[in-house]
DNA sequence: AAATTATCGCACTGATCGCTGCGTTAGTGG
DNA sequence: CCACTAACGCAGCGATCAGTGCGATAATTT
């Protein structure tokens, strides 16, 4: 409603003082527990006065969905091995390599523990780059394959070493995980 | 420290104050946002003073530990169907449609984000359960299988779908996912 | 049954959070 | 260069939270 009569302004200071709070976020979540990041901590640590957090982000949960969506969306474009397998494997390793940082796990922790849509913000953009690469196989000639299994198959594992076990996953294994649902492709 | 010198005290009234405050905790988690679970808050539900929960837990953190350690660890064995197959298509099933109940995902997600040691309280039995039911099939004479390894094909969707996308699996869904895994273990 | 002690309820205090007008600063368009 | 307005800082106000002695209650032991 209205959208052409409010005139974002995303000069200078909004932006610094987006990035500051952003970093204090991160900084906070990674040095104590979730339990301290309140508004006025991160306002404080941001070196931004209080109100500016009530107004902006009103509470921490949609901060928290922010910082997440900025986070883990990256205009990374991955690049064209020329293969399938190829183009996996990289991705995927660094995707793995990304979530075993305990600081951005810290992150999507308290993201997840936000609100029912947390871990979507965490893992939409993933979503997406997958679909990308998927839809450049098909583009090459292979095969169609559906985005929602791939995500099930090679996110799902990943995701939850990371969320739900003492110790997240290494590149070398998301390699390998990468492997062994391409064979289980090939011979279903 | 002087172990032998606490007598815990199980009796009657701690243990309803105790199965009150996790109901207490359960509900507030199933109606309002997480933001809102704070000790008093809890305490008024429960219909317990605030003192108690000060004393007894300490802060939110310990206390969605318990209460999710508590109704995650259920001493349920799994029925013998003759097979690994029968197994685990009635066992994952069941935990598909634990998974499905919005207020035991709103559990969950609060627990994860109370702390690092949160998502494993979640999963820690249902590894333990996982671990019997392939002990069961080595004592059955069938393959040895790996509890990580099933553990990440398994249970690392469907908790990955329940967690970070809006819509969890079924049960239907969950009985694909081991025939799926099963028909790989073959063709390797 | 009586003594013991773990556990809980009550009253109270400081600290902090969430939030609201109001004035000021600094980007944006003419 | 100047008017305009979005965004921020400041001061301050309830409300609530986190935490602490102290007495009462009830479970356990002797």
């Known amino acids: 409603m209205a959208e052409s009569s409010t005139h974002v302004r995303p000069g200078g200071r909004s932006a610094k003082v987006r990035a500051a709070v952003h970093r204090a976020v991160a900084e906070l979540l990674a040095e104590e527990e979730a339990e301290t990041l309140t508004l006025p901590a991160v306002a404080a640590r941001a070196g931004v ?12 949960a949609q901060l928290l969905n922010d910082v997440a969506t ?32 305990p600081d951005t796990l810290a992150l999507m922790r308290a993201t997840i523990g936000s ?13 997406r780059q997958l679909g990308a690469i998927i839809q450049r196989e098909q583009d090459r000639g292979g095969q169609a394959l559906a985005v929602e299994t791939a995500a099930d198959f090679l996110l799902g594992p990943l995701y939850y ?9 290494s590149a070398d294994w998301a390699r390998t995980l990468v492997s062994t649902y391409l064979a289980t492709l090939r011979t279903s």
């Open 49 to 60: 006065h209080p109100t500016t957090l009530y107004r902006r982000w009103g509470s921490t």
């Open 70 to 101: 900025s986070r883990f969306t990256d205009d990374l474009v991955v690049p064209d091995s020329g293969s399938l397998d190829g183009d996996l494997q990289r991705w995927l390793a660094d995707v793995a390599t990304d979530v075993a940082d």
């Open 161 to 169: 070493r990371a969320v739900f076990t003492p110790e997240p996953a």
């Open 115 to 127: 609100g029912p849509a947390g871990g979507c913000a965490c893992v939409e953009d993933r979503h």
